[in-house]
């Protein structure tokens, strides 16, 4: 037998919409899922009900995400490039990545880390293509306190001199190129050979370059290298190197710098250094310290 509540029901109203859309979701048997909803119904309510949205305008941006959703391919992420310009995905990350002090900070995966970087030998040249600065990356990863991590993995990706990802151009440059996986070595380093990356722009030819050129924004990011750094007990870390002295590095539109990992890539005039790490002289060379933090599970 069916029972009956004497409760009064709660019919939608302007004033009360966000506790009733709220409520639909009180069943849930996930919690966190059920604590999400719910906080997501009272703000995207309360934003609507802040800014007086019209209808015109509510259409207007389930188009702009319908176009965003229907930009997005095997190599392309239009909600990534999204949620980077409206800093939700730096935020999240910073929310993440709560580190220890001494902990190298992290930073946006980024939209292009969309293939698997090919397993490569300590030195290898991960640069495929003709043209660009020489350049060596140098690093090392450890844990925080200090003790090296040997046979870490350390994925590297990058644009050109350019500006483009392999995945932006693939009919002009080699498959993979500017990617590299490594293993840091016994005591815990690194080196690759690779080319000064050019500072770009975002994509610009979908949704969110409209609305970055409707709000008079730019699109563009400093020059940088991408690494993902992890090995076992630790958490892996998503992070860049950014070049000194790039253009925009107090404007990045994905909001993705931090002061400490702005590096210098000095330029070295030395025949014998560079028939050491086999390339032309002269050549540029950045540092990296991965500082990785213990996982305590």
């Given at each position: 037998?069916?029972?009956?509540?004497n409760?009064?029901?709660?019919?939608?109203t302007?004033?009360?919409?966000a506790?009733?859309?709220?409520?639909?979701?009180?069943?849930?048997?996930?919690?966190?899922?059920?604590d999400?909803?719910?906080?997501?119904?009272?703000?995207?309510?309360?934003?609507?009900?802040?800014?007086?949205?019209?209808?015109t305008?509510?259409?207007?941006?389930?188009?702009?995400?319908?176009?965003?959703?229907?930009?997005?391919?095997?190599?392309?992420?239009?909600?990534?490039?999204?949620s980077?310009?409206?800093?939700?995905?730096?935020?999240?990350?910073?929310?993440?990545?709560?580190?220890?002090?001494?902990?190298t900070?992290?930073?946006?995966?980024?939209?292009?880390?969309?293939?698997?970087?090919?397993?490569?030998?300590?030195?290898?040249?991960?640069?495929?293509?003709?043209?660009?600065?020489?350049?060596?990356?140098?690093?090392?990863?450890?844990?925080?306190?200090?003790?090296?991590?040997?046979?870490?993995?350390?994925?590297?990706?990058?644009?050109?001199?350019?500006?483009?990802?392999?995945?932006?151009?693939?009919?002009?440059?080699?498959?993979?190129?500017?990617?590299?996986?490594?293993?840091?070595?016994?005591?815990?380093?690194?080196?690759?050979?690779?080319?000064?990356p050019a500072?770009?722009?975002?994509?610009?030819d979908?949704?969110?370059?409209?609305?970055l050129?409707?709000?008079?924004?730019?699109?563009?990011?400093?020059?940088?290298?991408?690494?993902?750094?992890?090995?076992?007990?630790?958490?892996?870390?998503?992070?860049?190197?950014?070049?000194?002295?790039?253009?925009?590095l107090?404007?990045?539109?994905?909001?993705?710098?931090?002061?400490?990992?702005?590096?210098?890539?000095s330029?070295?005039?030395?025949?014998?250094?560079?028939?050491?790490?086999?390339?032309s002289?002269?050549f540029?060379?950045?540092?990296?310290?991965?500082?990785?933090?213990?996982?305590p599970?």
């Open positions: 037998m069916s029972s009956v509540s409760e009064p029901r709660l019919v939608f302007e004033d009360n919409s506790e009733v859309a709220a409520a639909a979701f009180d069943e849930t048997t996930d919690p966190r899922l059920r999400i909803l719910r906080s997501l119904v009272r703000h995207l309510h309360a934003f609507a009900k802040d800014v007086e949205l019209t209808q305008e509510w259409e207007a941006g389930i188009e702009f995400l319908t176009h965003t959703g229907q930009k997005c391919d095997a190599t392309r992420q239009e909600f990534i490039l999204l980077d310009v409206l800093g939700l995905s730096m935020l999240v990350d910073s929310i993440t990545n709560r580190i220890p002090v001494g902990a900070e992290t930073t946006v995966l980024g939209p292009f880390h969309m293939v698997d970087s090919p397993p490569r030998a300590l030195g290898d040249d991960i640069s495929l293509a003709d043209g660009g600065e020489p350049c060596v990356v140098t690093g090392t990863v450890a844990s925080v306190d200090g003790t090296p991590l040997a046979g870490a993995l350390v994925d590297v990706w990058q644009a050109d001199e350019k500006g483009f990802y392999d995945v932006q151009n693939p009919d002009l440059v080699p498959d993979l190129n500017l990617r590299g996986l490594f293993n840091t070595d016994a005591n815990g380093s690194f080196h690759f050979k690779t080319i000064v500072h770009y722009p975002i994509p610009t979908g949704p969110v370059g409209q609305l050129e409707r709000t008079k924004r730019h699109p563009y990011r400093p020059a940088h290298i991408h690494f993902i750094a992890g090995a076992a007990g630790h958490h892996p870390i998503t992070t860049h190197i950014f070049v000194d002295g790039s253009p925009y107090d404007s990045d539109a994905v909001f993705g710098v931090k002061e400490s990992l702005v590096v210098e890539f330029l070295v005039d030395d025949p014998q250094q560079a028939e050491y790490y086999g390339t002289n002269p540029r060379h950045a540092h990296i310290d991965l500082v990785l933090t213990a996982d599970s």
